[in-house]
């Protein structure tokens, strides 16, 4: 599976020609992967971008982009939160569960 779209590829994927892929990029809306040859971008935040379901991307503001990013850090945050909870508990109760095994012994 592919990790990396050129320009050409975005623009071919969106029906878009090459200079407004440029425009999004300019405008903050995509990102290039740094420290590659040539202009790739990831795959993972174009399908992101890509699943807030808009007709025409340029309704997407930086302002929006950014909030989502904070919102997804923090749901992504509290996900660890839980699953480090439930992973607690798991053991605590193995814990139990084996003294009292003890005890009936």
């Given at each position: 599976?592919?990790?990396?779209?050129?320009?050409?590829?975005?623009?071919?994927?969106?029906?878009?020609?090459?200079?407004?892929?440029?425009?999004?990029?300019?405008?903050?809306?995509?990102?290039?992967?740094?420290?590659?040859?040539?202009?790739?971008?990831?795959?993972?935040?174009?399908?992101?971008?890509?699943?807030?379901?808009?007709?025409?991307?340029?309704?997407?503001?930086?302002?929006?982009?950014?909030?989502?990013?904070?919102?997804?850090?923090?749901?992504?945050?509290?996900y660890?939160?839980?699953?480090?909870?439930?992973?607690?508990?798991?053991?605590?109760?193995?814990?139990?569960?084996?003294?009292?095994?003890?005890l009936?012994?």
């Amino acid at each position: 599976m592919k990790t990396l779209l050129s320009r050409s590829e975005l623009a071919e994927r969106w029906g878009y020609e090459i200079s407004s892929i440029t425009r999004l990029e300019q405008e903050g809306i995509i990102h290039r992967v740094k420290n590659l040859q040539g202009v790739r971008y990831s795959i993972r935040e174009i399908e992101q971008i890509e699943s807030l379901g808009k007709k025409d991307l340029r309704e997407i503001s930086f302002l929006d982009y950014k909030k989502l990013e904070n919102e997804k850090d923090f749901w992504k945050g509290e996900y660890l939160k839980l699953k480090n909870a439930i992973s607690k508990s798991a053991n605590d109760l193995v814990k139990v569960l084996a003294s009292g095994v003890e005890l009936i012994k």
